[in-house]
């Protein structure tokens, strides 16, 4: 009997210091939301810390991982209009040495060479070449929108350019952003074993997509994405395939004498973890998973004396 993916849940949590975790793609300020004070990330912006991750590794060790999502251009000729995805199949054909098949295996095996790729694997992709129409829906997905744990007042941050704003002045441009002083950030995310089966989905690419969103944040490098740190990530998974859980999201709270305005760092506040000790009790459970490299989170967590909660390591198999 072939092995089925397990059905889990994801909650990760990375923290950020005077940056901008997820900027508005329009105006380039925080998303946020006015009414909770609370910031959000979204799941396009942590696909990409995965994707980028793969990508980076790929220039480490050549070819490690097929990547179906980025801006591929080696096969493009010169002044077509043709899509994105059409022109990454051209390259997947390239490196595999596939010649197109008739067009009543296109589909086929249009599938079979985005299949390759681990992006597709866990996220899902689509094809649009003429006769090979392909959508893979991806098993592994994340809420929409991901609010901070704490409320943050955010703060105007003014910087100047050393270029000028035009070339006939000398001066700089001084621009003005808002930039969030402390957030501890929850993302939620999901694994359906019934669309792992079509994707190809393994239990490998889920340990690689766990080491690809800790080490993403821990060394992203730009202006903005600086100062962040992977702090915890759990995986809570289910008995059966059906089975399910309310308000997992909602699972991990935390504690602190000051304002959540106030919240500065992990100093100002503890985790609390009691919930999670009750959900793991659960009969839809089989395990609680989870990693960390902070020794205090780690004790707290083993303290909670649930058999069913495990340390796992994600960067060993």
Sequence with gaps: MENQQEKSEILFWYDSTYSIPNGDPFTGEQRYDDETKRILVSDVRIKRFIRDYFIQQNEIEKDKYD????????????????????????SLRV???????????LEEEALSLMKHCIDVRLFGGISTEKDAA?????????????????KIDLR???????????????????GTTTVVPYALNQIHG?????????????????QEMFK??????????????SNQNSVLLLQIVYRTPNDKLYGVDKLVT?????????????????????????????????????????EAIKNALLALGNEKIKSIDIFTK
């Design 67 to 90: 990547v179906y999502v980025f801006n591929d251009k080696s096969q493009i000729a010169e002044g077509s209009k043709e899509s994105g995805s059409s022109a990454r199949m051209k």
């Design 95 to 105: 490196k595999y040495n596939c010649e197109k098949p008739d067009k009543k295996r």
């Design 134 to 150: 392909v959508n893979i829906t991806g098993p592994v997905q994340f809420a929409l929108l991901n609010p901070s744990m704490n």
């Design 156 to 174: 105007i941050h003014q910087n100047t350019s050393v270029f000028s704003s035009s070339a006939d002045k000398s001066g700089g441009a001084i």
């Design 190 to 206: 999901w694994i359906n074993p019934y669309s792992a089966k079509n994707s190809g989905l393994t239990d490998d690419d889920v």
């Design 212 to 225: 690809a969103l800790w080490n993403s944040i821990n060394n992203a490098n730009t202006r903005s994405k």
């Design 254 to 294: 935390i504690t602190s004498e000051k304002e959540e305005e106030q919240i500065r760092g992990m100093v100002d506040f503890q985790f609390d973890f009691n919930k999670l000790k009750t959900v793991a009790d659960s009969e839809k459970v089989n395990e609680v998973r989870f990693y960390t490299e902070i």
